[in-house]
């Protein structure tokens, strides 16, 4: 069965500093992996997607993410935080069979600091 | 833009109260979907539709149903609602053999 995994629950970062946010998977086939953002009272975000094309995805608002097989990892990054980065986001798998049958991490809260 | 709409966005009832929570989707979408977020947690998969007449239950054991008696029309019911009923309900579509999911901007439940 598929899993995902996001390693920390909270992250601070100060604006203008580099974000990682960090995703771990678990699927026994090759996996369509996602990140989605939640901004307070608002719905989800699909900010980029991974489907068996390029190991390096480039996503929204200068996000990007890379698949790595021999690590099962598929980490969130961006250069330099905004402000309006602040949110909740989720590392997610779909199933093998529908995709649009996700299964979510746990969440990742950031915070950037002035 | 995603053309999926839910009502309502935020509802407070009282324990014991029918509830039911509209999704309509006009992008001709056979597969729909709900999501359950609870405060703070993940979301998980509690109902999906493949299409007219057609519903099953997801990952998530939930005391809310679904029907689908048109494509576009996708409502969640709770029979009667409790305070653990609270949380936040999210609607979701794909186009078959497409693999972007479109959300709708969900709704709050609190049952008091």
């Known amino acids: 069965a598929q899993s995902v995994t996001q390693l920390d629950s909270h992250v601070s970062v100060s604006e203008g500093t580099p974000v990682l946010l960090r995703c771990n998977y678990s699927s026994s086939y090759s996996p369509s992996l996602f990140w989605y953002v939640q901004h307070p009272n608002k719905g989800l975000q699909l900010l980029l997607k991974y489907t068996s094309a390029a190991t390096l995805v480039k996503g929204i608002n200068g996000f990007e993410a890379e698949f790595k097989k021999s690590e099962t990892s598929f980490h969130l990054t961006k250069p330099s935080a905004h402000m309006s980065d602040a949110a909740e986001y989720f590392c997610v798998v779909s199933d093998q069979f529908d995709t649009g049958k996700l299964i979510f991490g746990q969440g990742t809260t950031l915070q950037v600091k002035p | 833009e995603a053309d999926i709409y839910q009502t309502p966005r935020y509802l407070v009832i009282g324990t014991g109260k029918k509830i039911t929570l509209e999704c309509s989707q006009t992008m001709g979408h056979d597969k729909m979907y709900w999501y359950q977020q609870d405060p703070g947690m993940e979301l998980h998969l509690i109902h999906y539709s493949y299409g007219v007449n057609s519903t099953e239950k997801g990952d998530l054991s939930s005391e809310s149903t679904v029907s689908r008696i048109r494509t576009e029309h996708f409502p969640l019911t709770l029979e009667s609602a409790r305070p653990s009923h609270t949380s936040q309900y999210l609607c979701?579509?794909?186009?078959?053999?497409?693999?972007?999911?479109?959300f709708g901007e969900g709704s709050w439940l609190t049952v008091v």
């Open positions: 979701a579509s794909r186009r078959q053999g497409g693999n972007t999911i479109y």
